[in-house]
């Protein structure tokens, strides 16, 4: 199947800083990325729709200025948690869907704790 | 946005019975309906999808039914084995532009 590859796999930061996390289609090109958060033992949360060359489209109640999504080409898709708090502790999974199929391949995630 | 709900949030099966998940939605526009497996720590994985123009598909244990009159589809796993425990979601999109995703129904299968 398809390969989506998400860096960092975990992540630890001080409480102020920003934390970047790159999601990549490792082969085939994907137009539309999805952000995801997950809280322990809960389902996955759609953060924000990103589509490559223009702004990403966020879901209700999702800070646009505090996670910033940019998609700048079709096999990358970034997502920066800016100036992070502890709540902002979670698992974040990326997608990507193939086009001609639209069958979604998650990433690995990312398990960020703010301190 | 779309709203899709899942039932039962955990579900216990004797090795060898079957499992049913059932996920309804709400926005008709809805055409695309996978089924995908987590393990603790893992990505979710694809295990079977169906789309709206087809009723039911099946994968040598596994099968989804769809309803779309109803706006109900439901994930079937017969002849269960442990290895079949995990975490299912159900997910609805529309022509793959946006995922949403039920709540997730935690499976156990007991040996």
């Known amino acids: 199947g398809a390969v989506v590859s998400q860096h960092p796999s975990r992540v630890i930061c001080k409480s102020g800083t920003s934390v970047k996390i790159e999601c990549r289609s490792l082969?085939?090109?994907?137009?539309?990325m999805f952000w995801y958060r997950q809280f322990p033992k809960q389902s996955l949360m759609l953060m924000a729709t990103?589509?490559?060359?223009?702004?990403?489209?966020?879901e209700q109640g999702v800070e646009k200025d505090k996670f910033l999504i940019n998609h700048a080409s079709l096999t990358l898709s970034t997502l920066t948690v800016t100036s992070a708090h502890p709540e902002d502790s979670s698992f974040y999974i990326c997608?990507?869907?193939?086009?001609?199929?639209?069958?979604?391949?998650f990433g690995e995630g990312s398990r960020l704790t703010v301190l | 946005g779309e709203n899709v709900e899942q039932h039962p949030s955990t579900l216990s099966v004797q090795e060898g019975d079957s499992a049913v998940i059932k996920c309804t939605y709400s926005d008709s526009a809805s055409n695309y309906f996978p089924w995908y497996k987590q393990e603790l720590g893992k990505r979710p994985q694809l295990i079977i999808d169906?789309?709206?123009?087809?009723g039911e598909k099946k994968d040598q244990r596994i099968a989804v039914t769809l309803n779309k009159t109803a706006k109900h589809f439901s994930l079937h796993i017969t002849e269960t084995q442990p290895e079949d425990s995990a975490v299912y979601f159900c997910a609805a999109s529309i022509a793959g532009n946006q995922f949403y995703f039920g709540t997730g129904t935690s499976l156990t299968v007991i040996p």
């Open positions: 990103s589509n490559e060359g223009s702004k990403a489209t966020y």
């Open positions: 169906i789309r709206s123009n087809v």
């Open positions: 997608s990507a869907a193939r086009g001609y199929t639209g069958e979604l391949f």
């Open positions: 082969d085939f090109q994907a137009t539309t």
